[in-house]
Each structure stands twice: as structure tokens, then as C-alpha cells.
């Protein structure tokens, strides 16, 4: 692996060549954005993909909202098993909500865009899970 990763072979430049290409790049500038991370994310460690994505992007002049939800993690598949969706709550309506707010700005660019949150949700017990528990940011000036 390390001749891959330093050698001179064919193989070894290709595998550089990919990791250059896969490597993510700064957004162009103004692009507004919403990043959301799940604190309790097993799979996408947010201290190796968002927490390090967000300065780029921002040192770039992205219009960049973070928001990290408390009690997410990265497969909403599984709040299906009881003993998850006691633990966790889903990402799906985060991102909606963000999609929302973005196309309310791109519409009327009076309308200000999210800003950074750190989420605190309640997850449901037995009950469906009701929108007052997930705590979603509400518009900036509302």
C-alpha cells in the first residue's frame, strides 16, 4: 500500500491521480450551502468530513450554514429498529428544511439564509415523531 501511495509505477500514479480527483475542492464563491452532520455518526466521523469541509468552503466565500444535529447518525434506515429511534432522530427532515430556506432565499433574496445551529432534538419514544422534536432552525428573522 505504501508503493501506491509513494512509488512511481503505473498503479501508484493512478491511485494518485484518483485520490486527486476524488479530493473535495473549495465551491465556487457565493454558492450557498447548507452542511448537516449527525454528532452520533459511527460511519462519516464529522471531525473528518464536515468539520473540515465548512473552513474551506467559508475561506473560499461559500454562503455556508453548518448545522450539527445532537442524536443523529448517518442511516435513517434504521430508526425502523425500536431501540434507534429511541436514540436517534432522523436527518431526512434537516435536510428538507434547509432545501426550504435555500429556495426561499433564491426566490426573494431579501429572505436571509440559514445560519450555523447546533441541534438539540428530543428522539421519539413509541409515538411517531413529531417536527416540535427535531428542533429544525427556524428562517433566520422569524
Known sequence: LRAL??????????VRAGIAAATAKAPR???????????????????????RYVPLARKAGAQIAYWRVNKAQHFDSL???P???KRY??????????MDQVWEHLEDPAR???Q??????????????LREQLS?????GR
Open 136 to 140: 429544525i432552525p427556524a428562517p433566520p
Open 5 to 14: 501511495g509513494e512509488g512511481d509505477s503505473a498503479d501508484a500514479r493512478r
Open 89 to 98: 432522530v432522523p436527518l431526512l427532515p434537516y435536510l428538507f428544511a434547509a
Open 79 to 81: 430508526l425502523a429498529f
Open 112 to 114: 436571509a439564509l440559514p
Open 29 to 51: 464563491r457565493g454558492l450557498p450551502i447548507v452542511v448537516i452532520h449527525g454528532l452520533d455518526d459511527g460511519l462519516v466521523p464529522i471531525s473528518m468530513t464536515s468539520d
Open 83 to 85: 431501540d434507534y429511534r
Open 116 to 129: 450555523d445551529a447546533l441541534i438539540q432534538p428530543s428522539p421519539r419514544a413509541e409515538a411517531p415523531l
